[in-house]
């Protein structure tokens, strides 16, 4: 993604904010980009699972869109009125995250907004099922939405994986600090970059391969492991001409240190890469990404691999 020109807006109707709605807004006045506000409705008394189908329950679902399209149009006339290109769709669809990447791949967006929740109390976003299966499914970058301000000078944290660990291709290191550099430009904001090692692998690596009962160095095999850590990351930040003060380097595990940076330099945005492991089972980003994200104080872009493609399937399950 060079450029944004279609940003979907997932909108809740059940909401008197839309967080997600109004982040995309902004990022498309500040971008050009046409915006669209979709509402995925389903509603199993209507559906005709339990009865079978009939003219009324079709009538009935016709009439519930008809509504949420006017709930669509009355949020878009504001944002039209400040220039911005947006176009409204209401679907029926189950469930939810199938619905939302049908209507991705269809109208051909480039870039999905959703709401998520944050705690205040304990510090961490609640992630909801939706959230996790569009996380593991969306085609397109998907930007979770907290409820708070940006800055005028946005921070934006672009956390990579030089080392290529976790079964991540090195080419979504640079997707990652691209789209960071591209919003970074567009909504003037300042990129630093995120990597952390965590030198307890390399010690429990030497020890397991010590079969007879020696003296390790492990002061010595701690450098070692951060001067290999530090030269990939220095080569990727030096490329993409991130500058020494915003290239973080940290000892430690992401999980612990990622939001620890954010919350110090006051992160608007972390972008972060997903990884499928698996092309035939659930697609999932890993352990150590899942532990990191609901602790995040700040809004959250998952970036995919440009090979993958969604398992879900194009033909909704529900029709109106």
């Given at each position: 993604?060079?450029?944004?020109?279609?940003?979907?807006?997932?909108?809740?109707?059940?909401?008197?904010?839309?967080?997600?709605?109004?982040?995309?807004?902004?990022?498309?006045?500040?971008?050009?980009?046409?915006?669209?506000?979709?509402?995925?409705?389903?509603?199993?008394?209507?559906?005709?699972?339990?009865?079978?189908?009939?003219?009324?329950?079709?009538?009935?679902?016709?009439?519930?869109?008809?509504?949420?399209?006017?709930?669509?149009?009355?949020?878009?006339?504001?944002?039209?009125?400040?220039?911005?290109?947006?176009?409204?769709?209401?679907?029926?669809?189950?469930?939810?995250?199938?619905?939302?990447?049908?209507?991705?791949?269809?109208?051909?967006?480039?870039?999905?907004?959703?709401?998520?929740?944050?705690?205040?109390?304990?510090q961490?976003?609640?992630?909801?099922?939706?959230?996790?299966?569009?996380?593991?499914?969306?085609?397109?970058p998907?930007?979770?939405?907290?409820?708070?301000?940006?800055?005028?000078?946005?921070?934006?944290?672009?956390?990579?994986?030089?080392?290529?660990?976790?079964?991540?291709?090195?080419?979504l290191?640079?997707?990652?600090?691209?789209?960071?550099?591209?919003?970074?430009?567009?909504?003037?904001?300042?990129?630093h970059?995120?990597?952390?090692?965590?030198?307890?692998?390399?010690?429990?690596?030497?020890?397991?391969?010590?079969?007879?009962?020696?003296?390790?160095?492990?002061?010595?095999?701690?450098?070692?492991?951060?001067?290999?850590h530090?030269?990939?990351?220095?080569?990727?930040?030096?490329?993409?001409?991130?500058?020494?003060?915003?290239?973080?380097?940290?000892?430690?595990?992401?999980?612990?240190?990622?939001?620890?940076?954010?919350?110090?330099?006051?992160?608007?945005?972390?972008?972060?890469g997903?990884?499928?492991?698996?092309?035939?089972?659930?697609?999932?980003?890993?352990?150590?990404?899942?532990?990191?994200?609901?602790?995040?104080?700040?809004?959250?872009?998952i970036?995919?691999?440009?090979?993958?493609?969604?398992?879900?399937?194009?033909?909704?399950?529900?029709?109106?």
């Open positions: 993604m060079r450029n944004i020109s279609k940003i979907l807006a997932v909108v809740d109707p059940t909401s008197h904010t839309q967080p997600a709605m109004k982040r995309a807004a902004w990022l498309a006045g500040k971008t050009g980009a046409e915006l669209e506000l979709m509402i995925c409705y389903y509603n199993e008394y209507l559906s005709g699972d339990r009865l079978f189908d009939s003219p009324s329950l079709e009538k009935a679902r016709r009439e519930v869109l008809a509504n949420e399209e006017k709930l669509l149009e009355r949020l878009a006339e504001p944002l039209r009125k400040k220039g911005v290109v947006v176009r409204t769709t209401a679907l029926w669809d189950h469930p939810l995250y199938e619905g939302i990447v049908r209507r991705v791949v269809d109208s051909d967006a480039e870039i999905v907004f959703k709401d998520t929740h944050h705690h205040s109390a304990l961490r976003a609640v992630l909801s099922n939706t959230d996790w299966n569009l996380i593991r499914t969306c085609p397109v998907l930007w979770l939405v907290k409820p708070r301000d940006f800055a005028a000078a946005p921070t934006i944290i672009a956390s990579i994986d030089p080392m290529n660990e976790h079964d991540k291709p090195a080419a290191d640079d997707e990652i600090l691209q789209i960071s550099k591209m919003l970074g430009e567009k909504i003037g904001g300042n990129v970059a995120f990597h952390s090692y965590d030198p307890r692998i390399a010690v429990a690596t030497a020890t397991a391969n010590a079969y007879i009962p020696v003296s390790l160095p492990f002061d010595e095999i701690e450098q070692q492991m951060h001067e290999d530090q030269k990939r990351f220095g080569q990727i930040t030096a490329f993409h001409g991130i500058d020494d003060e915003r290239a973080h380097l940290v000892s430690g595990v992401t999980h612990e240190e990622l939001p620890v940076l954010a919350e110090q330099t006051g992160a608007d945005l972390v972008v972060m997903a990884v499928a492991r698996n092309r035939w089972k659930r697609l999932f980003i890993g352990a150590t990404a899942e532990r990191t994200l609901e602790f995040l104080p700040c809004d959250l872009l970036i995919k691999p440009d090979w993958f493609h969604t398992p879900v399937e194009r033909g909704s399950h529900e029709s109106n």
